[in-house]
């Protein structure tokens, strides 16, 4: 059955065109929701306990924050799948900016990174935090802060980002161990120095 979901989800993004989202998310997310789900469960078991969101919310609120975007133009089911991983990311960063303000300035959450990205040595950090520091990295080397975005949370292997990406293996690879050292570097400046 998933090879047969996997095949219509191709099929359905190569078919369907840009002006026609609303087309496009109501056909693929019945192909989709269960993988999704399973993602934002992963997420949300990084997250605090008692989280506000669960798995459907989180699956909900960024699918449809995806396809209210103009110009989202999913190039294949990896890209599908990293757009979407990119969403839930935006969505628990907007979630714990609201908490933050509501707090003022109260504990914040810190986030365990899973195996993905276990050789980084910053092992907790705070998502907000985190999200500012990627958007430093964006301004500074947009193909760095992409290639993070979709080995972190999307969860990609480095063949699966190059191709995303259209660059080599080796230059995924290449902006990868850049983007650690330099994340490590503005996250735990004194673990680095």
Not at 90 to 106: E, I, N, S, W
Not at 108 to 114: L, M, T
Request: net charge positive; glycine share 6%.
């Amino acid at each position: 059955m998933a090879n047969k979901d996997n095949s219509q989800v191709s099929r359905i993004l190569s078919e369907t065109g840009i002006a026609d989202h609303s087309a496009m998310a109501a056909k693929l997310l019945p192909l989709v929701y269960n993988e999704l789900r399973g993602l934002a469960a992963k997420y949300l078991r990084q997250e605090r306990r008692g989280h506000t969101l669960d798995p459907t919310a989180l699956v909900h609120e960024a699918y449809l924050r995806l396809f209210e975007q103009p110009g989202v133009d999913p190039q294949g089911k990896t890209h599908f799948y990293a757009l979407c991983a990119e969403a839930m990311r935006r969505v628990l960063t907007d979630h714990a900016r609201a908490r933050r303000r509501t707090k003022r300035g109260g504990k914040w959450h810190k986030v365990a990174f899973d195996q993905t990205v276990s050789e980084m040595p910053v092992k907790e950090v705070n998502l907000v935090d985190f999200n500012e520091t990627l958007a430093k990295l964006s301004a500074l080397d947009p193909r760095q802060a992409r290639v993070v975005e979709l080995r972190l949370f999307a969860g990609l292997t480095v063949e699966e980002a190059a191709s995303v990406l259209g660059v080599s293996k080796r230059t995924v690879e290449g902006d990868w161990t850049h983007a650690k050292a330099w994340l490590r570097a503005e996250l735990d400046p004194d673990e680095s120095t």
